[in-house]
């Protein structure tokens, strides 16, 4: 079945400093990444739909600029965070959808970044 | 975006009883996903729905669907202390993008 591999599964940084989450696509070309939010005890929160070769499309009150994203090949997407703060830290999940489309959604693992 | 609203938001029962969590929306939808989340770990896809589907089975999972109510229920059959977990429902619409219900949280006591 589809694998999607997400990594890394932990990070502590400092604040102000960057982190990059890498999720690849391990036996099926992801066309589409979709990358998550999820705080303690609540739900997944879409922050950003990246397709291939294009720019990612991020929901209201996401700052693109923050939250960087590249999607720049059909198995592998990047999400940065950019100067982190406390505030930032969270459980971030991607998740993918590609051909062929019978795969469905598949998500990774999930980082739990954590800012000091 | 639609999100589906899950109830109850927690719920704890005896290993080998039934658990059952509903999952409500307003708009139209293509399919309806259920996932299940251990804490703190990635999501894994249970079952999925869809619009034109009623009823599925998975072993002990069943889930039904009334697109008349805009409603999902997910139930569990005789549930042991491994089901314990974060179930989330997720909505799949005419944009193809999935948006997740607020979970249940289950609590199987052993």
């Known amino acids: 079945g589809a694998v999607v591999s997400q990594h890394p599964s932990w990070v502590i940084c400092k604040s102000g400093t960057s982190v990059k989450i890498e999720c690849r696509s391990l036996?099926?070309?992801?066309?589409?990444m979709f990358w998550y939010r999820q705080f303690p005890k609540q739900s997944l929160m879409l922050m950003a739909t990246s397709n291939e070769g294009s720019k990612a499309t991020y929901e209201q009150g996401v700052e693109k600029d923050k939250f960087l994203i590249n999607h720049a090949s059909l198995t592998l997407s990047t999400l940065t965070v950019t100067s982190a703060h406390p505030e930032d830290s969270s459980f971030y999940i991607c998740?993918?959808?590609?051909?062929?489309?019978?795969?469905?959604?598949?998500f990774g693992s999930g980082t739990r970044l954590t800012v000091v | 975006s639609q999100q589906g609203e899950e109830d109850p938001q927690a719920l704890s029962i005896q290993e080998g009883e039934n658990a059952t969590m509903n999952c409500s929306y307003k708009t139209s939808i293509n399919n309806l996903q259920w996932y299940r989340q251990n804490s703190g770990r990635g999501l894994v896809h249970l079952i999925l729905?869809?619009?034109?589907?009623r009823e599925k089975h998975s072993g002990r999972l069943r889930v039904t669907l009334d697109t008349s109510k805009k409603s999902s229920s997910l139930l569990i059959t005789a549930s042991r202390a491994a089901d314990t977990a974060s179930y989330f429902c997720a909505l799949n619409n005419a944009g193809n993008m999935l948006t997740f219900g607020g979970g249940t949280r289950l609590m199987v006591k052993p």
């Open positions: 036996d099926f070309q992801a066309t589409t």
């Open positions: 998740s993918a959808r590609g051909q062929p489309t019978n795969y469905g959604y598949t």
């Open positions: 729905i869809r619009s034109n589907e």
